[in-house]
């Protein structure tokens, strides 16, 4: 595992890292209060991926604070659910700090050094048009958990043409994300053609009696297609870690 | 229009019927009551298709005093809901009426003359073994109400090709009743397949978070599929009845 | 039929398409990418219908793409869901396309030649002056479809008087849409009053314990009138598609 | 007023009743401590009205200590929601006490006196044959408590006809009860024909999306015709005592 | 009955209205098309209240036309659900027609010759000061429809004493009005108190699991105090409009 | 604090126990694997009070282990939900083990020495005589975990009289229990009257609108007067639980 | 009980007062009528607590009504979900009062000698960075009403090492206020490692399934763990009302 | 691939088995009706793993046909929900066939031979004892599956101590299968302490606001630990299924 953690050891070990130097940053653990927040740095130690913010609700000043620790403890981050406008806002907090922004899935990330990591590959698929909000959410954060990540949008159940076009190449993939609104019927087709396991993405996109995603999340719940499991409604980045935890394991990353 | 009361009419013009014995006929309408329940014999003459009687709820005495008036009127009749047990103790109660007994869609009919009195087909769709029930209501109710009928029962979207298989005589019926619980993807799989109306039956086959069929039905109303309109859960009598509508438009019934 | 597709057929065999330029025109089938969204050109030839695009949640950009495309492949289009500030910026994208705005049904639609396609006429009735939005998305889409389409409006049940006035035409169409909210019983009674199939489309319109539509659509899918099938809450152009779809059988559009 | 308390009194003014007696009467005032249940006989003192009592949940031997208590004390009884196997063993704990059992309402009653005791009329009706259960509750509850009442049932919104026929009586009644399952229309017909107050029950009778009387009542509660006001679902009894306290307002009962 | 309806007919038969007059006063019935939105004069003769037009969803322009057509008609107006701002719109399209505006209960009238016109008073209770809103709307309402009405506010379970300081009045009213949010247990104990009815208000005031108005409409309706009936969340012109019909059979209006 | 184990290291300290003995009773903790079921004997610990088993679901077989092993340790025990059936044949796995059925509160216990351990009293209120049962599991339970626990029934709202006659005991109790189905509306009376902390406890007391208990627990949720918290609905163990935690607190058990 | 009513009625006793101005003050029992708001000055008197506004839903004017009232009773005051804006526009209204601003518990407060009345203290928890508004709510009600109160925020179920820090302290306190919103795991979690009683407060915070805090209701209600009762979604105050009155027992205030 | 169907075509290669038995065997590809039930055989082939019947609902006829014919097939079977009384029934219809009962896990299965296909290793942990039921159906149906599992059960949060054994183990798996009902919270306990992946399967053990596994369910979706996927209520065989397939990509099964 290559965390900084280990590096830092080694650099003990060696005698890169005074002791001093290791305790302080060793101090921060299990987790480091900033008032508000407690970050939770010892998570990439025990589950193997980088931490993640859910930026909603908090506000950029509180977002500043956490890039700005992150950066200093030489740590990744990504950050979910940050609008064009807060993006623009948390500039000023974070002087000199190289962050992304991914516009579509409203994500901010910051990586050092971005790598594949894992050996199997994800495919994320969308529904429709409207579902691409959270699959970019579950590609771009599947790739920053180190995956390889390849995208099929718009593909959606009423013209099956362009579901079964996609058949041949299923297999080939460690996990599909699948991404669907409305009737939430895809995940469904998607599973029956394949033994890749499916991780289903039910989203908010509809009206009316889709009240929010609740009918396409009890549509995939009650999938007779074996082979899908579901994560919370609009939830791109639960897809992404589930699928990035499945590919850790394919890779015999934990051995 | 070939109802009794066109006959009657008939009857009396060419003096077959006396003036008092059509009046006496004709005293029941608009509707007759029984006591404890109006039988509406305007219905067909209003609707152009004959009375049925949701038979659930109602006691076996309720059913056999319906049965025996409309077999006196000379009226066909259909009873939906009716359990083995509650059909064999309904014999005691109608003596020399020849009712059938539909046992998979739990059916009871008494028909003078079954004839196929619309141009257009209709195929009912089930998708699980556990939903042919109510697809069975919709078949038999659909032949009783006058259709050309055709079934295609266990046809799950998990296994794509079964569906698939369908498509090249989907556009050749009138209209198409899809019967699914679960997840309820079919009717969206299969309107977008073919120009052919869909009439949509959620069953309450699942469990957990189907929540009795309201995951089916949520689904089918959220379908991106257009062409499809809902009915009822496990309502199979309902899409058979507007199905038959439907053909009956076609078959120019009303001009 | 009479799609462009057979057209172009036509003018190959006639020899007025060169081979090359027919298979350019094809390539773009089943369907074509633009990148966010993938266009189904398949549609017009699988089901009989021009497509349509749910306007909701897309971009003006997104719109002005889809435009732009079926303007050069020389196909219809019909936008719902547009508002009017939507529709004004919507221009810059779409510079000499005449694109028409429906306002009350927010309806953006572009058509060549406009036409009635099929025989039968379909009745739009809404209960409120409340439901006339819905209504209206509905009667824009049906005429645009092809369909020959009149309109009742604020015809509620409170008022049993206006839903009897009705009674005597309701047989002379193929099809009745009814739009209502709150209670959601003008269905059922429409229902009850004649032959032709209704498609009930309930309504967000309400407050309190009509939680957005879900008291109208519980209403319309429990009627126990016969010949109703449902579509989506305030799922208009839905409704109007369904009945276009009988239209189309009534004509033997496919035959 | 002539309830037993103002006999009593008068009784204890005139010298037939001995103090002590009265007494003895009076200190089971405000309320009667039966071990299990605590019986309210101040109720028809403060409200006019005699107690009743919800059978279902208690055991025979619980309705039978209350019935004697209320036999000694010399007051009416009427319990609802007794099935016909709890009515037969009821006997065996009240000797001599003289209950009449109403099949069709589930109500046991005990009544020493009837008598009309209010000025206007109440006309219970019923939607469908199945939910005549619940107008029967109604209907025997309503005449228990002092009033005058019609019933008319089965009279479904499918068959306008029915409704129609009810109008020209409609205006004559002080209230009206209206009990309907399934989509629970007909109050709002009902109420936009006429200026009779309507107090709708919804019940529970339906399937599928019915959600056990949940669609009529939501039905009810939407209702866009005024002069609606709902009670609970099944709740016969609730609407004849609501309707009953109107009745006893109109006759000026309190004054 | 004093409506216009009946002076005209006077009017003609006493000679001062020509026949001609008579015959363009009465083609307005039973209802004005004004193309948008379909009146209903009728209502008056019907049922012995003035209309009431539902504010909320309709435009400045659609409520301005409303407004005019009934001045010109010599009838009386009330607009529930009109905010401030829309009022103040609503100037420019009613010139020199004496609008009145009640800003707590949202609620415009135009009423010629306020007049008691019923025998009872009814009395209406808020339970907290967040759901005056509502009682306003219910007392604003009831005094436009000819009651003579008052108001006791704020009167929450929390402090019984509140509760029972009203106690001794109950009984003089004719129709007591509860609205309550939160919990909605108010109706129950004011009903436990009085012989009379209690027609019950949920509002939507609370937060969390109030659910908009759920939580005390589930409340009320099952309140285990007889004497109350509900309406919908938030309808303070609905209960105002039951109350007002029962005053209206108090006062034998229709006799 | 009195515990086996406390005991047991006294007993070692003073010789009374040999160090096998008491390493042979301490190995079986943290908790005891029975095969199926882990028995958790540290919570006496832990918490302060003794384990409690909830009785439904699990079979005669389960409960009898259960019981035999904790005879065996010498620890207390209560089993929840056990109707007179299975409590019946329980006794054929617990020889020699005297079990107490309490018959209304469905509970068993066994109990070597029965006391007060706490200063505070407590007082379970119930509503009507049909949350009695609920009630009773509350009362049962509380005396068990050592509480001096007193107890009214039926004590509804809809007869205010008999809820303000608990007014002047009130503030004398630590805790009240209020346990009510229906409208739920008697803690917020309650907890208006008092200074004691209520701990409401909805009850699945009722029918219709009632959803098996959603009705009171909402109710109870949005109390507008201060001093209640909710427990699950039915769930009169953990009411009694709760209470007996802050009665230890009073009792300074703690420190 | 140190209340102002108690010092008035010594002040009365010793002369200090007049009996005119004692009556006075007295004549605004049991309530004040502020026109729209009945003040309720006894709450202090029954029950210990002082008392406190729900600001959302009232005007700035109301509000500053309140406030003016209360400072010269000589009454604290304390106002929940008050926003900024609204706080600073309060500010017109209560000139010369020193109001205090608590923005992330968004509480405004005046009180004129705060102090720790109860023995025991109180911990807040929140379970994520989000939470905290709700437990700032609870941790700021909890000092003002008199109470000694410590707080520990971000402690969140999946980082299981913050929770188990809190282990050996927890047993210190009187109530434990948990605040989590999610999945709502974390009060059974705190809740099976002490003997300290748990008021659980569900939050709003999440998205998708969360459906604004009802998932973490219901998880909370079903605890497995003893020990925990419900405060209402985002009922922080409610929360600190309850365990404040808990304190007050434990200090044996009312003794 | 070690199927059947690659066996046949070896055997057919080889001139084992003639060309006319091989296109026999083929000959029921893709499925094979059964008059009642389409099999699918095409599976095995498809998806990697057998196929396995959801025998609730199903009557034992047609569960003895399908067995029998997958009997004759040489294929395994698994079938869930079959309870000990149809079981045995079923008996009669699989003469000579050797089908295995696993009671706890309502299991019914046939297997040739049965072994270990897949590297990884499942772990399967309960919340609760009641909960077992469903984590059998997964233990049953994962080893069925091929894979090496391995179980924990009634391991609930409310004891800490027991979920904190299990850390050390939990990175070893390659997939953990968590059942709980109730609150749900052990998924997001469990999970924030490993990296493997866990599949989350809610239980319909509960009561009261438990409202059949819905609140469990809930929870596990909004969990705000990462590497949570969930299935539906009580599915334990899907969790087995998602689990397996998962395990096929770790051992490479497909390349």
Same mark, same amino acid.
């Given at each position: 595992?290559? =965390?900084?953690?280990?590096? *830092? ?7 890169? !890292?005074?002791?001093?130097?290791? !305790? ?33 609700? *908090? ?14 403890? /030489? ?7 940050? @609008? ?32 594949? *990591? ?9 529904? /429709? ?21 390849? *995208? ?41 053609? =394949?033994? =890749? ?10 009206? /009316? ?7 396409? !999340?009890?549509?995939? !719940? ?11 409604? @609009? ?21």
């Amino acid at each position: 595992m290559e =965390t900084n953690i280990k590096k *830092k050891i080694e650099l003990l070990k060696s005698g890169q !890292l005074s002791e001093q130097d290791f !305790l302080e940053y060793m101090e921060h653990f299990p987790y480091k209060d900033l008032g508000d927040v407690k970050l939770d740095f010892h998570r990439k130690l025990r589950r193997g991926l980088p931490e993640a913010i859910y930026g909603s609700g *908090k506000t950029v000043e509180q977002l500043g604070k956490i890039v700005n620790r992150f950066h200093q403890m /030489g740590e990744d981050i990504l950050i979910t659910r940050v @609008d064009a406008a807060k993006f623009k806002n948390l500039g000023d907090f974070c002087d000199g700090i190289g962050l992304l922004y991914h516009e579509k899935a409203r994500i901010v990330t910051f990586s050092k050094k971005p790598e594949i *990591k894992f050996k199997g590959s994800i495919l994320v698929i969308s529904a /429709g048009a409207s579902d691409e909000e959270v699959a970019e959410e579950a590609f771009i954060s599947a790739r920053y958990l180190g995956n390889n990540v390849e *995208k099929e949008y718009d593909v959606g159940v009423a013209c099956i043409a362009r579901v079964l076009d996609l058949k041949p190449r299923l297999n080939n993939f460690s996990v599909l994300i699948v991404a669907a609104g409305m009737e939430g019927a895809l995940p469904s087709v998607v599973a029956g053609m =394949t033994s =890749t396991p499916v991780i289903a993405v039910p989203t908010s996109v509809g009206y /009316g009696a889709s009240f929010n995603g609740l009918a396409a !999340l009890l549509s995939m !719940l009650n999938s007779c297609a074996g082979g899908i499991s579901v994560v919370n409604i @609009d939830n791109g980045f639960g897809a992404a870690y589930q699928a990035s935890l499945i590919n850790q394991k394919i890779s015999g990353f934990d051995k």
